[in-house]
């Protein structure tokens, strides 16, 4: 029997929609807490109860929801934020498609309590499966909060793909990190099984409000940076090379408000700190980015976290030049310092971390208060001096003008930036990269000893790390000025290619002139090389061609980014090793050599050239001092 053809029912449909809006738990979080931002919200407060699945509460003081709209705010495609099609080429809200609280409520028990400033008295609204069941007055604070339970009660096929509870927080938390990061002036509470597990004070102070998320050590680390010009805006910070992570989870793109995921821009961020930091380590990045909206194409993904952008070379030329005069700008010498005490320790545990998310208590705390003493520790970090800053507006009362204590880190963390970019301001250039130094002596062969003139710090060079600076730069230099000798072969070596390698070499015939190889084709899919760069020494002239046709494959497609790896290599070969002796003469030759270098604190590969430890900090370690 053939099979008809069929319209599907309002109740399945809607279930298949909200497959691609309500993934999982964090999807929703995701949909309420930027239709709270859209709403013109200054305080948002997110609750949630075993990962998302029994029990999400997302509460704003925003516009709210006029009584006459509540019916088609649950209908799909019913929206405030665009009327055509062409608005969507200046959208600048969160959300627009208008399929959020239609598909949510879709698949789950919901509740929404709302009151516009022109009402004197809000509603209550029950909605099952996507229809309203129950609405009725009631007396509420200004804004929306919607209460989702038992999210895919209704389609248990999807319900038993979630997660753990401890996963699925997991996923909530990232939204919600990533949200509070997006807006600095809204305060953002998040409170995870009765535990607060951040509070930003929504000042639209950008330090303040990454150390409540991120803590006084992540803090510490960053430079700040700015760019503005042909109508687009960049601020920011970026990480100390020498505070880098695994991944790339902790790099963050703001688009108009918008956190996005962009590959092109990461690529720009880690090309600036080229030969800064060790292979597979990735720098932290925060960057707000303001472009014209009709320049900027979100309605790619459901998920809206890509983007396309009309200017997107010139967008990612200027990240890259804007950071690389940061990292040029400072001093990048890493500072050695010796473990805290036990007190210290203790102190930061109170600070809320991003990285510590896990559910390690039961106790039903005081939310108001709790978080003020774990987060700020006014007392004990301020040594009984407070700083006061306007109270966070909360959604019980949010015009209530009070103060609270902010912690003296938060003071120390802003200087700490400023010190961090004392010379980023500058218009010169620097031209005294190392420290004034004293050679006094050498350690295993492989330290060179040095003493500030200026009395109060210590210095170690690993001189093999430099002299691999030194020669690195001094090979780029000959490649960059293309001042190539080729070295012809006294039997020209033929080599046999698939038909793919041989097409990827045509196309990419000019690139391998440039480089210094002599190339000719040889009958079918088959070259014979005749000649080849002496920058790379004698290689092995096969192995060499194939590794740089390899890396086309990769997209790699400018000369500087495919010989980048063999310089380094070469440098590494021919660089004094630990060990080697070296006579004063050659010491001072090597530090003289290495100031002229365009980044002396690490080696090409990224390791450090020269560590500093600070008088205070050795005092500190023979209990000169406490």
């Not at 997660?163 to 509470?189: Q, T």
């Given at each position: 029997?053939?099979?008809?053809?069929?319209?599907?029912?309002?109740?399945?449909?809607?279930?298949?929609?909200?497959?691609?809006?309500?993934?999982?738990?964090?999807?929703?979080?995701?949909?309420?807490?930027?239709?709270?931002?859209?709403?013109?919200?200054?305080?948002?407060?997110?609750?949630?109860?075993?990962?998302?699945?029994?029990?999400?509460?997302?509460?704003?003081?925003?516009?709210?929801?006029?009584?006459?709209?509540?019916?088609?705010?649950?209908?799909?495609?019913?929206?405030?934020?665009?009327?055509?099609?062409?608005?969507?080429?200046?959208?600048?809200?969160?959300?627009?498609?208008?399929?959020?609280?239609?598909?949510?409520?879709?698949?789950?028990?919901?509740?929404?309590?709302?009151?516009?400033?022109?009402?004197?008295?809000?509603?209550?609204?029950?909605?099952?499966?996507?229809?309203?069941?129950?609405?009725?007055?009631?007396?509420?604070?200004?804004?929306?909060?919607?209460?989702?339970?038992?999210?895919?009660?209704?389609?248990?096929?999807?319900?038993?793909?979630?997660?753990?509870?401890?996963?699925?927080?997991?996923?909530?938390?990232?939204?919600?990190?990533?949200?509070?990061?997006?807006?600095?002036?809204?305060?953002?509470?998040?409170?995870?099984?009765?535990?607060?597990?951040?509070?930003?004070?929504?000042?639209?102070?950008?330090?303040?409000?990454?150390?409540?998320?991120?803590?006084?050590?992540?803090?510490?680390?960053?430079?700040?940076?700015?760019?503005?010009?042909?109508?687009?805006?960049?601020?920011?910070?970026?990480?100390?090379?020498?505070?880098?992570?695994?991944?790339?989870?902790?790099?963050?793109?703001?688009?108009?408000?918008?956190?996005?995921?962009?590959?092109?821009?990461?690529?720009?961020?880690?090309?600036?700190?080229?030969?800064?930091?060790?292979?597979?380590?990735?720098?932290?990045?925060?960057?707000?980015?303001?472009?014209?909206?009709?320049?900027?194409?979100?309605?790619?993904?459901?998920?809206?976290?890509?983007?396309?952008?009309?200017?997107?070379?010139?967008?990612?030329?200027?990240?890259?030049?804007?950071?690389?005069?940061?990292?040029?700008?400072?001093?990048?010498?890493?500072?050695?310092?010796?473990?805290?005490?036990?007190?210290?320790?203790?102190?930061?545990?109170?600070?809320?971390?991003?990285?510590?998310?896990?559910?390690?208590?039961?106790?039903?705390?005081?939310?108001?208060?709790?978080?003020?003493?774990?987060?700020?520790?006014?007392?004990?970090?301020?040594?009984?001096?407070?700083?006061?800053?306007?109270?966070?507006?909360?959604?019980?009362?949010?015009?209530?003008?009070?103060?609270?204590?902010?912690?003296?880190?938060?003071?120390?963390?802003?200087?700490?930036?400023?010190?961090?970019?004392?010379?980023?301001?500058?218009?010169?250039?620097?031209?005294?990269?190392?420290?004034?130094?004293?050679?006094?002596?050498?350690?295993?062969?492989?330290?060179?000893?040095?003493?500030?003139?200026?009395?109060?710090?210590?210095?170690?060079?690993?001189?093999?790390?430099?002299?691999?600076?030194?020669?690195?730069?001094?090979?780029?230099?000959?490649?960059?000025?293309?001042?190539?000798?080729?070295?012809?072969?006294?039997?020209?070596?033929?080599?046999?290619?698939?038909?793919?390698e041989f097409e990827l070499y045509k196309n990419n015939f000019q690139l391998f002139k440039n480089m210094g190889f002599e190339i000719e084709e040889f009958g079918v899919n088959s070259i014979i090389l005749?000649?080849?760069?002496?920058?790379?020494?004698?290689?092995?002239?096969?192995?060499?061609?194939?590794?740089?046709?390899?890396?086309?494959?990769?997209?790699?497609?400018?000369?500087?980014?495919?010989?980048?790896?063999?310089?380094?290599?070469?440098?590494?070969?021919?660089?004094?090793?630990?060990?080697?002796?070296?006579?004063?003469?050659?010491?001072?030759?090597?530090?003289?050599?290495?100031?002229?270098?365009?980044?002396?604190?690490?080696?090409?590969?990224?390791?450090?050239?020269?560590?500093?430890?600070?008088?205070?900090?050795?005092?500190?370690?023979?209990?000169?001092?406490?």
């Amino acid at each position: 029997m053939a099979n008809n053809i069929r319209l599907l029912d309002d109740n399945t449909i809607n279930k298949i929609a909200a497959g691609e809006v309500v993934e999982r738990p964090a999807s929703i979080v995701k949909e309420l807490v930027e239709n709270s931002i859209d709403a013109k919200s200054d305080s948002i407060i997110i609750e949630i109860k075993n990962g998302g699945k029994k029990y999400i509460r997302v509460s704003d003081n925003g516009i709210g929801i006029d009584k006459e709209d509540i019916d088609l705010a649950f209908l799909r495609h019913s929206t405030s934020k665009i009327n055509k099609a062409e608005d969507l080429s200046r959208v600048i809200s969160l959300g627009f498609r208008g399929e959020a609280l239609a598909s949510i409520s879709a698949v789950s028990q919901m509740e929404l309590i709302t009151k516009t400033d022109d009402n004197d008295i809000g509603n209550q609204v029950e909605v099952m499966e996507g229809k309203i069941r129950d609405m009725k007055n009631v007396g509420c604070p200004k804004g929306t909060t919607i209460i989702v339970k038992n999210i895919f009660f209704n389609t248990p096929v999807r319900k038993k793909f979630l997660k753990s509870d401890n996963a699925e927080s997991s996923h909530i938390s990232d939204i919600v990190y990533k949200l509070s990061l997006s807006y600095p002036n809204i305060s953002f509470k998040y409170i995870r099984d009765n535990k607060v597990i951040i509070k930003t004070p929504g000042k639209d102070n950008l330090l303040s409000n990454i150390y409540s998320i991120f803590g006084k050590d992540f803090t510490d680390s960053l430079f700040k940076t700015n760019y503005s010009g042909d109508d687009i805006k960049i601020r920011g910070f970026v990480s100390k090379p020498s505070f880098t992570r695994g991944n790339r989870k902790h790099q963050y793109f703001f688009i108009n408000g918008r956190y996005i995921e962009d590959k092109k821009i990461s690529k720009a961020i880690e090309e600036a700190y080229s030969t800064l930091i060790p292979a597979n380590r990735f720098p932290i990045a925060i960057l707000y980015i303001n472009l014209p909206p009709n320049e900027v194409d979100v309605n790619i993904h459901p998920n809206k976290i890509e983007a396309r952008f009309e200017r997107e070379d010139t967008l990612r030329k200027i990240i890259y030049k804007m950071i690389k005069d940061v990292l040029k700008n400072n001093n990048l010498i890493q500072e050695a310092k010796l473990n805290k005490k036990s007190k210290d320790r203790n102190e930061q545990k109170n600070i809320i971390n991003i990285l510590n998310t896990k559910e390690n208590s039961k106790e039903k705390e005081n939310i108001d208060n709790k978080i003020i003493k774990n987060s700020y520790k006014t007392e004990e970090l301020n040594n009984k001096t407070k700083v006061t800053l306007n109270k966070i507006p909360t959604r019980e009362n949010d015009k209530e003008d009070t103060t609270e204590t902010l912690s003296k880190d938060i003071i120390k963390a802003e200087n700490k930036i400023k010190e961090n970019n004392t010379n980023y301001e500058r218009e010169e250039s620097i031209t005294k990269k190392l420290p004034n130094i004293k050679i006094i002596g050498k350690l295993f062969s492989t330290y060179l000893l040095a003493e500030g003139l200026d009395n109060e710090a210590f210095y170690m060079i690993d001189q093999h790390a430099a002299h691999e600076r030194i020669m690195y730069e001094k090979l780029k230099k000959q490649y960059k000025n293309e001042n190539i000798t080729i070295q012809r072969l006294l039997s020209p070596e033929v080599i046999n290619l698939t038909h793919g390698e041989f097409e990827l070499y045509k196309n990419n015939f000019q690139l391998f002139k440039n480089m210094g190889f002599e190339i000719e084709e040889f009958g079918v899919n088959s070259i014979i090389l005749r000649g080849v760069p002496m920058i790379f020494g004698k290689p092995n002239t096969r192995g060499l061609f194939l590794d740089i046709l390899d890396k086309l494959h990769e997209n790699i497609k400018s000369n500087y980014e495919v010989r980048l790896e063999k310089i380094m290599k070469i440098s590494c070969t021919k660089a004094i090793k630990a060990g080697d002796r070296m006579e004063t003469i050659e010491i001072n030759q090597l530090l003289e050599d290495l100031e002229k270098t365009e980044k002396p604190y690490t080696c090409p590969h990224g390791r450090p050239v020269i560590i500093k430890m600070t008088k205070y900090e050795l005092e500190k370690k023979f209990k000169r001092i406490q």
